[in-house]
């Protein structure tokens, strides 16, 4: 029944490490996106796909890498993680551009500690 | 650079008191104002409002922009415990194959018995 979905949920790991966050959506929808939320709660975009195409690219460094294998999935590599990296990491999706709609559907977030 | 601005930042209320949250916007491009509701995991969908002046209702919760003036006001009448959350205000803009939202930093509203 989930909309969202994201995996895993909770995530805790040493500076220097590399991990990967999964988010999965089965609305149907054919653009995902990745935001990162702050600790005073401000929600970034950092990319978006378009039905495998990555199509946003805000100034986010390049150890982070998101691949989408196909048009329900969207994962998020990080390299090198510093402790800066530290957030909430959100998934969503929103429908077709074009259909008047442009409401993103969220994940329930992944909370990333870098100690 | 797109900017959206939400006030208060934070707000305690009685439980039955009515608040408004305010929010203004900056952006180029503007196609569409939305307000989403977190409680403590994801944001949830409240309202998106394209026109200005039409109010958009879903229960106690009420919502009107102004695109002149470049605001929008979110209505709580009759709050509830449960209407504790941060409230986000976010700002669509035409990006050509995606809906890009910019989002504020949020009001904070807490209810009490």
């Known amino acids: 029944d989930t909309a969202v979905s994201q995996t895993p949920k909770y995530l805790v790991t040493q500076m220097g490490n590399d991990k990967s966050i999964k988010c999965e959506q089965n609305?149907?929808?054919?653009?995902m996106y990745w935001y990162k939320q702050d600790s005073k709660k401000f929600l970034k975009i950092m990319f978006s796909?378009?039905?495998?195409?990555?199509?946003i690219n805000e100034t986010v460094p390049n150890r982070f890498s998101p691949k989408s294998p196909d048009k329900a999935h969207l994962n998020l590599h990080i390299n090198s993680l510093e402790l800066g990296d530290s957030a909430v990491y959100f998934c969503a999706s929103s429908p077709k551009q074009g259909q008047g709609r442009d409401e993103q559907f969220f994940g329930p977030g992944t909370r990333l500690t870098v100690l | 650079e797109d900017k959206v601005v939400q006030s208060p930042l934070s707000l305690v209320v009685h439980e039955g008191d009515t608040v408004t949250l305010n929010c203004s916007y900056e952006v180029t491009n503007f196609r569409s104002l939305l307000w989403y509701k977190q409680e403590k995991k994801a944001p949830t969908f409240l309202f998106m409002l394209t026109s200005s002046g039409i109010e958009k209702k879903s229960g106690r919760l009420s919502s009107i922009l102004d695109k002149k003036e470049l605001f929008s006001i979110l209505n709580i009448t009759a709050t509830q415990t449960g209407d504790s959350a941060v409230y986000l205000c976010?700002?669509?803009?035409?990006?050509?194959?995606?809906?890009?939202?910019?989002f504020g930093t949020g009001t904070r509203l807490q209810v009490t018995l």
């Open positions: 976010a700002v669509g803009k035409n990006t050509g194959t995606a809906s890009k939202l910019t």
């Open positions: 796909y378009n039905n495998k195409e990555l199509i």
């Open positions: 609305l149907g929808h054919d653009t």
